[in-house]
């Protein structure tokens, strides 16, 4: 089984959101060197995974995912990520971020048997210490 904390991927347009779950992941594990891939749509970072996959290499570990995206947003996203990744098994961490309190998104969510990773913005080393695995941590 690979680290989960070896390769991360923000998937989110807005700087200020990215900046505070950097700066959460960083308190959350100091002693880890991680340094997050960041892309602004979906569609950039469907284009990077496909150019991993060509490569012959993996993807990421853990990936953030904001739902309201400019291109490609986040269930647009999952709808040509699971199309093109149908076995979930094989899925890394997928945590939904969003400020919306819609109901549709929490069920869009279980649907794609993420209902344990929607975290509500802005998220944080307390949000993160829920979800995130204790190995690493001071």
């Given at each position: 089984m690979r680290e989960l904390l070896t390769d991360i991927c923000i998937i989110d347009d807005d700087a200020i959101s990215?900046?505070?779950?950097?700066?959460?992941?960083?308190?959350?594990?100091?002693?880890?060197d991680l340094d997050p891939v960041v892309f602004e749509n979906g569609l950039d970072a469907l284009e990077d995974f496909e150019q991993r996959?060509?490569?012959g290499q993996k993807l990421p570990?853990?990936?953030?995912?904001?739902l309201n995206m400019p291109v490609l947003g986040g269930w647009e996203f999952m709808d040509e990520?699971?199309?093109s990744h149908p076995s979930k098994e094989t899925w890394p961490e997928?945590?939904?971020?969003?400020s919306s309190i819609n109901p549709d998104d929490h069920e869009k969510a279980r649907f794609?048997?993420?209902?344990?990773?929607?975290?509500?913005?802005?998220v944080n080393k307390e949000t993160l210490e829920k979800v995130l695995p204790k190995a690493g941590r001071p």
């Open positions: 990215v900046f505070g779950l950097k700066r959460g992941l960083k308190k959350l594990y100091p002693s880890k996959r060509r490569d570990t853990i990936i953030f995912i904001d990520f699971s199309n997928i945590f939904i971020m969003s794609y048997g993420l209902e344990g990773h929607y975290l509500t913005k802005p």
